[in-house]
């Protein structure tokens, strides 16, 4: 299995409150930012299959926007019910002012 990093977006396209959605090899993915750190996320919530990226970044987690499961952006673990199972995460560089993130083949 190789990791592709791919450019994603540039860091001025994200911010606490706007989580970028982009879709990478047929995977939805959410670019989201939480203090100085960039984190790449499913865009899926495990719980009813909502779009996070509508949700929002609370401390180092993504809270969903329909019934507020959150999950940690660096593991992707479900932290609160609803949901409990645990999202994707990838790896994401920082290369400048470049966003890059890398998706498993
Ligand atoms: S769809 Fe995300 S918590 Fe229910």
């Given at each position: 299995m190789t990791d592709n990093?791919?450019?994603?977006?540039?860091?001025?396209?994200?911010?606490?409150?706007?989580?970028?959605?982009?879709?990478?090899a047929g995977k939805?993915?959410?670019?989201?930012?939480?203090?100085?750190?960039?984190?790449?996320?499913s865009d899926i919530c495990s719980h009813a299959k909502v779009a996070l990226h509508n949700g929002q970044i609370v401390?180092?987690?993504?809270?969903?926007p329909k019934h507020g499961?959150?999950?940690?952006?660096?593991?992707?673990?479900?932290m609160c019910l609803p949901?409990?199972?645990?999202?994707?995460?990838?790896?994401l560089e920082v290369r400048g002012d470049e966003i890059w993130i890398a998706v498993a083949e």
């Amino acid at each position: 299995m190789t990791d592709n990093f791919v450019k994603v977006a540039l860091k001025s396209d994200v911010s606490k409150d706007t989580i970028k959605a982009v879709e990478i090899a047929g995977k939805h993915i959410a670019i989201c930012q939480s203090g100085e750190n960039y984190y790449a996320i499913s865009d899926i919530c495990s719980h009813a299959k909502v779009a996070l990226h509508n949700g929002q970044i609370v401390g180092e987690e993504i809270e969903c926007p329909k019934h507020g499961a959150r999950f940690d952006l660096k593991t992707g673990k479900a932290m609160c019910l609803p949901a409990v199972q645990p999202i994707a995460t990838y790896p994401l560089e920082v290369r400048g002012d470049e966003i890059w993130i890398a998706v498993a083949e």
